[in-house]
């Protein structure tokens, strides 16, 4: 089991960035892959980003955006505070959405069906 806590979002300007975090508590969190994704109002849920589990035999780790905010979003992670991070710069208005950590054992996949756990949301509101 894994609990799932977003924060950071708001009301920013066009051009303005955020970094939303997600702590995770429950389980091993370095063995889950973490995804971000986001739902606009009267759209479906999309994904956003995502990032691959680490293991001391791991070397390396994978990260996958959506065409829609590659070069400017940025996932990570910090396995030793259990927490992911989005960071999201050049925000436009069309990223406003309430934005969504989800985690699943195994590796990263972009749909949302594909993942196990998720955490509350956290708005984002972009004006021009």
């Known amino acids: 089991q894994v609990q799932l806590v977003e924060s950071g979002g708001g009301l920013v300007q066009a051009g303005d960035s955020l970094r939303l975090s997600c702590a995770a508590s429950g389980s091993t969190f370095s063995r889950y892959a973490m995804g971000w994704f986001r739902q606009a109002p009267g759209k479906e849920r999309e994904f956003v980003a995502s990032?691959?589990?680490?293991?001391?035999?791991?070397?390396?780790?994978?990260?996958s955006y959506a065409d829609s905010v590659k070069d400017r979003f940025t996932i990570s992670r910090d396995n030793a505070k259990n927490t992911v991070y989005l960071q999201m710069n050049s925000l436009e208005p069309e990223d406003t959405a309430v934005y969504y950590c989800?985690?699943?054992?195994?590796?990263?996949?972009?749909?949302?069906?594909?993942?196990?756990?998720w955490g509350q949301g956290t708005q984002v509101t972009v004006s021009s």
């Open positions: 990032i691959s589990w680490t293991s001391i035999s791991w070397t390396g780790i994978s990260t």
């Open positions: 989800s985690a699943r054992a195994g590796g990263p996949r972009r749909s949302w069906d594909d993942y196990d756990y």
